[in-house]
């Protein structure tokens, strides 16, 4: 598990580490400033002319000593007091002097010039305001300048909470930060801004993160693999689950065949669809595999039949928005008593009838949304979202107690009051049509093989992107479809058991 903290969060730690387990913060900074420079000398810069900004703050204090530490190799080091020098912390003011030791030359205003790189170490973790006036100037000459461009911990002038850019931020290239990634690298735009980022460990204990449920996660790709569904020999259909897929009106077979046939490469053991009757001739020519019971009107008593012989149900893709798919939505989320993915039209068609949401708080529930679904769940606005993505996610999670995978360039999860995974799959190639159908079969897939609510849709969300990854390798960025992302999550499980 890599935790991804917030600046608080980290900041906390950083506390404890110096109050509690005694180890000086002149010596984390010395660690940090040594990781820094690790770093730039192992991608084999070039050394000609580096410029370190610094601001007033204990970041500022880490760039005078990266500035130390290479001017004392015999660098040309040219480093830029960009706060104000009234404002030093101690730890700051003490690396400052030791570089003004050195060969290296000290300015109190950024001179545009020839660097071969510019090291970021104005603002830390702990910005939560606009950057303006003299910063903001500061850091659009930086951006503008040539070079490799490394930032120090975080970007300035991205929030390290959220990933917002507060007014202006610096461009990296590289970031170095410390013991962990900060949650606002990780989510766009500040993952734009960041560039490649690099952690390293200074010694500063992750205890708190342990402790703290509202520190979010990442897995490594081991802890992946290692929750597959294991798959016995003595085992049949039926031990894989039987899945009712409920989707798809007239002229919409495509998302349910979507999400079918990422249920079946995932390894769901009987899939049976329920649709449009209009639907039934193609959904039996391209997917044979799968049992098709179609309906013309609405019959209660065979969607509770239905319901009653499942082990998992996925509600929702192409059903539309009609009165009869929301007396199916309806049906469904009465009297459903097994594991359940709701997915698009029946996430719009919840929105539309909030208090069936709380149909669902003592059942495994599912929610797929994206942002705009995520907003009329939720009535709050896209940008309010956007501004505080994970808090939007706890709030909603804690109230419901449902599982939510909110979908997004970087897709976030959370089930009940547990912590926010964060996904690290996936890439812009899979912004097509039928995607999220994909998804939301891949889920229900592993839903029916005895995954919980969480782990499939954590395990779900990662393979989906993993499996896109692999369809842009093999077609390009622009080239995949949506059945390229389900037809490659067995390529993906296949590399993944090769390795157990």
């Known amino acids: ?226 929750m597959l569904p294991v798959r016995k020999a003595d085992s049949n259909k039926g031990t894989y689950g039987k899945v009712l897929m409920i989707a798809g009106s007239k002229g919409m077979s495509g998302a349910a065949y979507l999400n079918a046939l990422g249920a079946y490469r995932t390894g769901a053991g009987l899939v049976r669809i329920y649709t449009a009757e209009e639907n039934r001739a193609i959904l039996q020519g391209q997917l044979p595999e799968a049992v098709i019971t179609a309906y013309g009107l609405y019959d209660e008593r065979e969607l509770l039949k239905l319901l009653e012989w499942a082990d998992v149900i996925c509600i929702g893709s192409g059903m539309g928005t009609t009165e009869k798919a929301w007396k199916i939505v309806r049906t469904t989320a009465e009297n459903a008593e097994v594991p359940c993915v709701i997915d698009a039209d029946a996430l719009n068609l919840l929105s539309e009838h909030r208090k069936y949401i709380k149909q669902l708080l003592s059942k495994q529930v599912i929610l797929t949304p994206h942002i705009k679904e995520f907003s009329r769940l939720t009535g709050k606005a896209v940008e309010e979202i956007k501004a505080d993505r994970t808090g939007a996610l706890r709030e909603f999670t804690e109230s419901t107690g449902v599982t939510c995978i909110l979908k997004d360039a970087v897709t976030l999860i959370r089930t009940g009051a547990g912590r926010v995974f964060v996904n690290s799959s996936g890439c812009a190639a899979m912004a097509k049509a039928g995607s999220g159908d994909v998804l939301a079969g891949i889920v229900t897939g592993l839903l029916a093989q005895g995954l919980s609510c969480h782990e499939a849709a954590v395990l779900g969300a990662y393979l989906h992107g993993r499996a896109g990854e692999y369809a842009a390798e093999a077609k390009g960025i622009y080239s995949i479809l949506a059945r390229d992302i389900a037809e490659n999550t067995g390529e993906v499980m296949k590399e993944w058991t090769r390795q157990m």
Not at 2 to 14: E, R, V
Not at 42 to 71: E, L, M, P, T, Y
Not at 168 to 173: E, G, I, P, Q, Y
Request: charged letters at 25%.
């Open 1 to 226: 598990m890599w935790y991804l903290p917030t600046g608080g969060q980290m900041k906390n730690a950083d506390r404890y580490t110096i109050q509690e387990l005694k180890v000086p913060s002149l010596t984390l900074m010395e660690r940090a400033a040594a990781a820094c420079a690790e770093v730039i000398r192992k991608k084999n810069f070039d050394q000609s002319h580096i410029c370190v900004v610094c601001g007033s703050g204990n970041n500022g204090g880490d760039g005078f000593a990266i500035a130390r530490i290479f001017a004392d190799e015999g660098a040309k080091v040219t480093a830029v007091m960009a706060g104000n020098p009234g404002h030093l912390t101690e730890e700051a003011l003490y690396q400052k002097e030791l570089f003004e030791k050195t060969d290296g030359s000290l300015c109190d205003e950024f001179k545009e010039d020839e660097y071969s790189i510019i090291i970021d170490a104005v603002f830390g973790v702990g910005l939560n305001r606009k950057v303006t006036g003299k910063y903001c100037d500061i850091i659009n000459r930086m951006n503008i300048c040539s070079g490799v461009k490394v930032a120090v911990d975080i970007p300035s002038g991205v929030s390290s909470e959220t990933g917002a850019v507060l007014g202006t931020a610096f461009r990296a290239d590289y970031t170095v930060t410390f013991q962990a990634q900060k949650i606002g690298t990780f989510l766009y735009p500040g993952r734009e801004y960041a560039g490649e980022v690099i952690t390293a460990d200074i010694g500063i204990t992750e205890k708190l993160f342990k402790a703290d449920k509202d520190v979010a996660y990442t897995h490594v790709s081991s802890e992946y693999r290692d």
